[in-house]
């Protein structure tokens, strides 16, 4: 667990140098203009992490803080509508499903392309949670994607929502608190 902990903290930090190296050198040109959009972008990314947060699912938070170092060719970004939850008896669950369906567009997704994944957690309705994963691709790899979904095993405490979309595939969970 310690040698985890320490690679997320060097992965975080190294990350949190990058930004500020962009907006130092943006000071540095005299282009404050960027160095303030930059910084506004630094707040928003750590506003949605300190919600994300709130939701008290620890593992979840580490799968997505790790998202894009696991996935060589996929990228997440996330938005979470929702503050201060209780969702920790959900937290495995939402790990291993996740974890799962990625796998799965491991398999099926082009290795040599760079995807934007989007990660939504919104409440649903005052006793649920939706947390749906959007992936653009092209149509016959959300159509192999959507086949192999329904293999998957499933929990009985989360209902599972596949839908193809107009540029490719949304993945997600609904689970009640």
């Given at each position: 667990?310690?040698?985890?902990?320490?690679?997320?903290?060097?992965?975080?930090r190294?990350?949190?140098?990058?930004?500020?190296?962009?907006?130092?050198?943006?000071?540095?040109?005299?282009?404050?203009?960027?160095?303030e959009?930059?910084?506004?972008?630094?707040?928003?990314?750590?506003?949605?992490?300190?919600?994300?947060m709130?939701?008290?699912?620890?593992?979840?938070?580490?799968?997505?803080?790790?998202?894009?170092?696991?996935?060589?060719?996929?990228?997440?970004?996330?938005?979470v509508?929702?503050?201060?939850?209780?969702?920790?008896?959900?937290?495995?669950?939402?790990?291993?499903?996740?974890?799962?369906?990625?796998?799965?567009?491991?398999?099926?997704?082009?290795?040599?392309?760079?995807?934007?994944?989007?990660?939504?957690?919104?409440?649903?309705?005052?006793?649920?949670?939706?947390?749906?994963?959007?992936?653009?691709?092209?149509?016959?790899?959300?159509e192999?994607?959507?086949?192999?979904?329904?293999?998957?095993?499933?929990?009985?405490?989360?209902?599972?929502?596949?839908?193809?979309?107009?540029?490719?595939?949304?993945?997600?969970?609904?689970?009640?608190?």
């Amino acid at each position: 667990m310690g040698e985890r902990v320490v690679q997320i903290l060097q992965h975080y930090r190294h990350d949190l140098m990058n930004h500020l190296q962009i907006v130092q050198g943006y000071v540095g040109m005299r282009n404050i203009e960027k160095a303030e959009k930059k910084l506004g972008e630094i707040v928003d990314y750590y506003n949605e992490e300190r919600k994300l947060m709130s939701l008290n699912m620890p593992e979840f938070m580490i799968w997505i803080i790790q998202f894009n170092v696991r996935y060589e060719n996929l990228r997440l970004t996330y938005k979470v509508h929702s503050e201060y939850k209780n969702l920790h008896v959900s937290d495995s669950i939402l790990v291993k499903q996740f974890q799962d369906f990625m796998e799965r567009c491991v398999d099926i997704l082009n290795p040599e392309e760079l995807y934007e994944v989007t990660l939504v957690i919104e409440e649903s309705s005052d006793t649920s949670m939706k947390i749906m994963l959007s992936i653009p691709c092209k149509t016959d790899e959300a159509e192999q994607l959507m086949e192999s979904i329904k293999k998957m095993q499933r929990d009985g405490a989360a209902e599972i929502v596949i839908a193809k979309t107009m540029v490719g595939l949304c993945f997600g969970l609904i689970i009640s608190q």
